[in-house]
């Protein structure tokens, strides 16, 4: 699936830190405003603990994870809509992105220095929505004013989509996300096609200093938490510093390492599910003793859908699915009692695909 997460915030946040964690790739951690220019795309593997359940019941040669990409882009500033900072190249790269991740710094540290001179969580989320907003309010008004004119000659098509701009411009001259726009499924549809930042879904990632990961009552993530509940996004809470060391490690030694402190997995790990479920997509597992794996496909995609992201011919030659549960793989340890049991369930082309569905697809070759 081409589908990515952009991580965003200002500089000296955490977010080539956050960065390197997630990808081992070594993007430049510096302590100075734009030590990243171009971005930095990194492909990770989603963890999911039944794609290891699934290989020890299958026994397979090989195991398969899902992936998702993630771009790290350098940090922005106040300005940044007007071309502060290379604000202009750094905004443009994150209209490329379908998803963002908006790392917040939650710490105290007198030796990393804040380009405001002082750490305010919300400050620091509102400069960033505000130069967004500013720069969806600069694209929208231009394409307004080229549908505007088709609008005039009687063009019904132009008219609807002069609608929902109008609505949208109206929320971003308030100071609003076009996010918070209401909009019917067509209008929805319509309103895509404007390219906008703000209308993308966002996680916001609390970047907090080791000494904190067992603190639950760090006030300025709480400040976060907050903020994010109003707008109904999710937030992620972790240390990019400790995420990083404990990235190279192996993953028994990672493991052994988290529960020393009380954790039972790696808050990239959070993250990174979290913005697999933000990009509005789902896991289904194909399994034998060949292969186990992980595909990933849109939520409500169909069987016909879904089997097209393992090939594109089989979405035409789709005839049906034979379809499992994984909970009942996992109960039984067996595909073959799931069988037995009655629970294997032969699917058609108006099948909706379910997150953990374990399917044989049967195509015309």
């Known amino acids: 699936m081409a589908l990515n997460c952009g991580i965003v915030g200002l500089p000296n946040v955490g977010k080539s830190t956050i960065f390197n964690a997630l990808t081992k790739a070594g993007a430049q951690a510096a302590n100075y405003p734009f030590c990243t220019i171009e971005p930095n795309t990194g ?208 993953k028994e030694d990672q493991l052994a390492f988290l529960e020393e402190i009380g954790e039972k997995e790696s808050g990239l790990s959070r993250m990174i599910r979290a913005s697999y479920k933000l990009l509005g997509l789902l896991t289904f597992f194909t399994a034998g003793v060949e292969e186990v794996r992980a595909w990933t496909t849109k939520q409500g995609s169909t069987g016909p859908v879904a089997a097209s992201v393992i090939h594109s011919d089989f979405e035409k030659g789709y005839i049906r699915a034979e379809v499992m549960r994984y909970e009942d793989v996992d109960r039984t340890g067996d595909g073959a009692k799931v069988k037995d049991e009655g629970k294997l369930r032969v699917e058609g082309k108006e099948y909706i695909v379910q997150d953990g569905d374990v399917i044989y697809f049967r195509v015309n070759a």
Do not use: W
């Open 43 to 250: 492909v990770v593997e989603v963890p999911d603990e039944r794609l290891n359940r699934l290989a020890e019941v299958y026994k397979p040669k090989r195991t398969v994870p899902t992936m998702i990409e993630f771009v790290d882009i350098a940090g922005l500033v106040k300005g940044a809509s007007q071309g502060e900072g290379l604000g202009n190249q750094f905004l443009s790269h994150i209209r490329e992105v379908d998803a963002i991740c908006h790392v917040v710094r939650a710490f105290q540290d007198e030796n990393i220095t804040h380009v405001h001179g002082k750490v305010d969580p919300i400050e620091d989320i509102t400069v960033i929505n505000y130069e967004l907003i500013l720069a969806d309010l600069d694209s929208l008004e231009k394409q307004q004013q080229r549908v505007a004119k088709t609008a005039k000659t009687g063009n019904k098509e132009a008219t609807e989509i002069l609608s929902v701009m109008d609505k949208i411009l109206d929320a971003l001259k308030k100071g609003n996300r076009a996010s918070t726009v209401e909009l019917g499924e067509e209008e929805t549809k319509i309103a895509k096609k404007f390219n906008l930042i703000t209308i993308k879904p966002v996680l916001y990632v609390a970047n907090i200093l080791d000494s904190d990961v067992k603190n639950s009552d760090n006030p300025l993530v709480k400040t976060i938490i907050d903020f994010a509940s109003k707008e109904g996004a999710p937030v992620v809470v972790l240390c990019g510093r400790f995420e990083e060391e404990i990235s190279g490690l192996e």
